[in-house]
């Protein structure tokens, strides 16, 4: 199964042309396809998560089957925790959570050494992963990988209701256990980067659903811009960062962070978003995951048209993409339906006539 429309660029040609603010052919289309890779390959999903071939492979064939204009792979949320010492459990059916953080109290923070991203944890996995998907992908499309954040990260080090209780109790350990954490998601940075990958961020625990603005300014904030900085120096931008929940009281905060991308939610509404940082940063969103994973390949594209009629001339550029990563069991018809409307739709220059 695949789509029956033809474009006239390729994924790298369109990305690279969008970034320099020349002409395309479309707008680009980035459904978060991460773990439902798995489930659409087949199998238990467990095997995936620690073989860098049958992890590649899932997500070169959603990369064909899909025809997106990304293409990766990554630790995931937990996987620098896991690198640390947190022990995750991997269901047949789903997606990996933590089982055991990798301390108890902050005591244990001293014993803890910095990582080795060629050797720590599942990361050897993932970095193999990726030059398979490299090789395979070659001069089509660029490869990306996303990092969980700082809060994310220490919160799955630490356990995360004692991490959010501690920020009340303990904030100097907080800090310093998101330097230490900050640290280690440099390093791992700094050779995805060598290898010519443009990291992203997903930061869902510091969604404001768990933390307060302020919290985020004074938790979040700091260290989200060690890792932008980090990216922007080796890549010449900021990441793609993506926040769970309803951030638009934060979207400057995470602007004045470096992201170079907002990655928003299907709670934010994109006009509104358009009107508050559109002239910032680029905006991306926000296909309703739900609307995916259990609606009608008719019902997609309506929310495709209402995404592109809401920030398709958002002015610092908008990517079409899910509210949030793709629930597994998604049906490949709906994820075929949102790229075929970005084709049809967002053909660019966008016609507002068909979006009517």
């Given at each position: 199964?695949?789509t029956?429309?033809?474009?006239?660029?390729t994924?790298?040609?369109?990305?690279?042309?969008?970034?320099?603010?020349?002409?395309?052919?479309?707008?680009?289309?980035?459904?978060?396809?991460?773990?439902?890779a798995?489930?659409?390959?087949?199998?238990?999903?467990?095997?995936?998560?620690?073989?860098?071939?049958?992890?590649?492979?899932?997500?070169?064939?959603?990369f064909?089957?899909?025809?997106?204009?990304?293409?990766?792979?990554?630790?995931?949320?937990?996987?620098?925790?896991?690198?640390?010492?947190?022990?995750?459990?991997?269901?047949?059916?789903?997606?990996?959570?933590v089982?055991?953080?990798?301390?108890?109290?902050?005591?244990?923070?001293?014993?803890?050494?910095?990582?080795?991203?060629?050797?720590?944890?599942?990361?050897?996995?993932?970095?193999?992963?990726?030059?398979?998907?490299?090789?395979?992908?070659?001069?089509?499309?660029?490869?990306?990988?996303?990092?969980?954040?700082?809060?994310?990260?220490?919160?799955?080090?630490?356990?995360?209701?004692?991490?959010?209780?501690?920020?009340y109790?303990?904030?100097?350990?907080?800090?310093?256990?998101?330097?230490y954490?900050?640290?280690?998601?440099?390093?791992?940075?700094?050779?995805?980067?060598?290898?010519?990958?443009?990291?992203?961020?997903?930061e869902?625990?510091?969604?404001?659903?768990?933390?307060?603005?302020?919290?985020?300014?004074?938790?979040?904030?700091?260290?989200?811009?060690?890792?932008?900085?980090?990216?922007?120096?080796?890549?010449?931008?900021?990441p793609?960062?993506?926040?769970?929940?309803?951030?638009?009281?934060?979207?400057?905060?995470?602007v004045?962070?470096?992201?170079?991308?907002?990655?928003?939610?299907?709670?934010?509404?994109?006009a509104?978003?358009?009107?508050?940082?559109?002239?910032r940063?680029?905006?991306?969103?926000?296909?309703?995951?739900?609307?995916?994973?259990?609606?009608?390949?008719?019902?997609?594209?309506?929310?495709?048209?209402?995404?592109?009629?809401?920030?398709?001339?958002?002015?610092?550029?908008?990517?079409?993409?899910?509210?949030?990563?793709?629930?597994?069991?998604?049906?490949?018809?709906?994820?075929?339906?949102?790229?075929?409307?970005?084709?049809?739709?967002g053909?660019?220059?966008?016609?507002?006539?068909?979006?009517a």
């Amino acid at each position: 199964m695949k789509t029956n429309w033809q474009d006239e660029m390729t994924p790298r040609e369109r990305l690279t042309a969008f970034a320099a603010g020349k002409p395309i052919d479309r707008i680009p289309c980035m459904p978060l396809v991460t773990d439902h890779a798995y489930g659409l390959a087949g199998g238990p999903m467990s095997q995936y998560y620690h073989s860098a071939a049958l992890m590649a492979q899932a997500q070169i064939n959603a990369f064909e089957t899909y025809e997106t204009d990304s293409v990766g792979s990554g630790p995931g949320l937990f996987g620098l925790a896991e690198a640390i010492g947190t022990k995750l459990t991997f269901p047949d059916d789903g997606i990996p959570f933590v089982c055991s953080p990798a301390i108890s109290g902050y005591q244990d923070l001293a014993q803890l050494e910095l990582i080795d991203p060629c050797r720590s944890g599942r990361l050897p996995i993932i970095l193999e992963a990726l030059k398979l998907v490299q090789d395979a992908v070659q001069e089509r499309a660029a490869v990306g990988c996303s990092l969980g954040g700082p809060i994310t990260t220490a919160a799955a080090v630490r356990g995360t209701d004692n991490f959010l209780r501690d920020m009340y109790r303990n904030p100097d350990m907080v800090h310093r256990l998101l330097q230490y954490v900050t640290d280690n998601a440099l390093l791992f940075i700094d050779v995805l980067c060598t290898m010519g990958i443009k990291p992203s961020i997903a930061e869902p625990t510091a969604s404001g659903t768990l933390i307060s603005d302020k919290h985020f300014r004074e938790f979040a904030k700091p260290y989200l811009k060690q890792y932008a900085d980090r990216i922007s120096r080796h890549c010449g931008s900021g990441p793609f960062v993506h926040i769970c929940g309803d951030t638009m009281s934060i979207l400057d905060d995470m602007v004045d962070a470096g992201a170079t991308v907002l990655s928003l939610d299907n709670q934010i509404d994109l006009a509104a978003a358009k009107a508050k940082a559109g002239h910032r940063a680029c905006l991306a969103g926000n296909v309703k995951p739900f609307t995916l994973w259990r609606g009608s390949p008719q019902a997609v594209a309506a929310e495709v048209k209402e995404c592109l009629r809401k920030a398709g001339d958002s002015p610092k550029g908008f990517i079409l993409s899910s509210g949030c990563g793709l629930p597994v069991g998604t049906p490949a018809t709906n994820v075929l339906a949102m790229m075929d409307a970005a084709r049809h739709y967002g053909k660019w220059p966008i016609d507002p006539a068909k979006l009517a």
